[in-house]
Every structure is written in C-alpha cells, then in structure tokens.
C-alpha cells in the first residue's frame, strides 16, 4: 500500500493549489481518504474526508467554504482543492487510507503518505 501526496509549493495569501493523492496497492473504491496537515509545533489536524460508500465528505471548520475535496476511483487518486489560502494554512499535509469505508478519528487511518509541504506568504 502506497500514497503519494503532491501539489504542494509556495503560494501568496488569497492563491490557490490543488494537492493529489495518488493511491497504489489496493482498491480505493473501497476506503475513505484523508488529509491532514501538520504545522511547526503544533498537533498533526484533520483537514478532510471523503468517504468511498456514499460520497460523503468532512471538512474542519479552518476550511469549510475553502476547501474542496474529491476522488476519482479510475485513477486511483484524491484531490483536494484549496482556495482563498491564507498564512495559517501553511503546513505539511498528508493524505491517509482509513481503515474502512467511512470517515473516522485520525486512529482509524492505516497508511499514510509522506507529505507535501504547503507554503502560505506575500
């Protein structure tokens, strides 16, 4: 089992970026995936979810209205769509397989990538 987050770089306040999620190893139609960043000092957050069964989706309350999560099963891949960015969205962020179908606490993701770093600044 394989993630491999990219997208990441160094965009001015207000830009926007698109992370992938590339999955190898198992089936993705089967899992939900999320993403979660990490910056300097502080706790490893969720950011998103989206679940494999019913489309359904999570966002922390830092991003609702921002950011925009999806998933193409025939390309094995998930995406999340960041707009408006600002400063404290700067950090490293990592896409995770959860162990079942459905969005759960950051304990039920299995597998994780290595993460894209995330830049926010004029």
């Known amino acids: 089992v394989q993630l491999q987050a990219s997208g990441g770089g160094l965009v001015q306040p207000g830009g926007s970026l698109r992370l992938s999620c590339a999955a190898s190893g198992f089936t993705l139609d089967y899992y939900a995936i999320g993403w979660f960043r990490q910056a300097p000092g502080k706790e490893r957050e969720g950011v998103s979810c989206i679940s494999s069964s019913d489309g359904y989706t999570y966002y922390a309350d830092s991003v609702k209205g921002r950011f925009t999560i999806s998933r193409d099963n025939a390309k094995n891949t998930v995406y999340l769509q960041m707009n408006s960015l600002k400063p404290e969205d700067t950090a490293v962020y990592y896409c995770?397989?959860?162990?079942?179908?459905?969005?759960?606490?950051?304990?039920?993701?299995?597998?994780w990538g290595q993460g894209t770093l995330v830049t926010v600044s004029s």
């Open positions: 995770a397989k959860e162990s079942s179908s459905w969005c759960g606490s950051i304990n039920e993701y299995d597998y």
